[in-house]
């Protein structure tokens, strides 16, 4: 048990202060492993959320990977309904698709990312998940 009292197998890490701008509530990063393919845990304290973004890349590049650890989240593409994400849920977000992802507001969240290697691989960041929005989903750990 940590600190926090977010059961989970993969370290909490440091506030994520060098992307706070990118993200509403306190999130945490643990970077696991480096080199071609960087996988890092990222938690999140219930509410927060990272804002809209799309990862770019060419030649099999830019796709996000989430594996849900712990806790309970969201992920939302632009224009289609939020999934609910619990330990064990895989979300493979096509390079170019535009998204969020974050915590419930009433649970803690955790999750593997990674980006698939290639050519041109970026982050565009967008505008926040508004409270109105975020705030019409289920509470409780319900899905949408």
């Not at 945490?28 to 804002?51: D, H, I, T």
């Not at 289609?80 to 390079?95: C, F, L, N, Q």
């Not at 041109?120 to 409780?140: F, H, I, M, Q, R």
């Amino acid at each position: 048990m940590t600190a926090h009292g977010f059961d989970q197998v993969f370290p909490l890490g440091e506030k994520n202060d060098a992307y706070a701008e990118y993200f509403i509530g306190q999130s945490y990063l643990a970077p696991l492993v480096s080199r071609s393919v960087p996988v890092s845990n990222v938690s999140f304290e219930p509410g927060c959320r990272n804002n809209w973004h799309i990862h770019h890349g060419t030649g099999g590049g830019g796709d996000q990977v989430l594996l849900c650890t712990a806790g309970s989240g969201w992920y939302q593409a632009e224009g289609e309904d939020p999934v609910s994400m619990e330990p064990g849920t895989v979300i493979r977000v096509p390079a170019g698709t535009k998204h969020w992802h974050g915590a419930k507001a009433d649970s803690w969240f955790s999750h593997l990312a990674f980006i698939t290697p290639g050519e041109d691989v970026s982050n565009e960041w967008l505008e926040p998940v508004t409270d109105e929005a975020y705030g019409e989903l289920p509470k409780n750990g319900a899905s949408a």
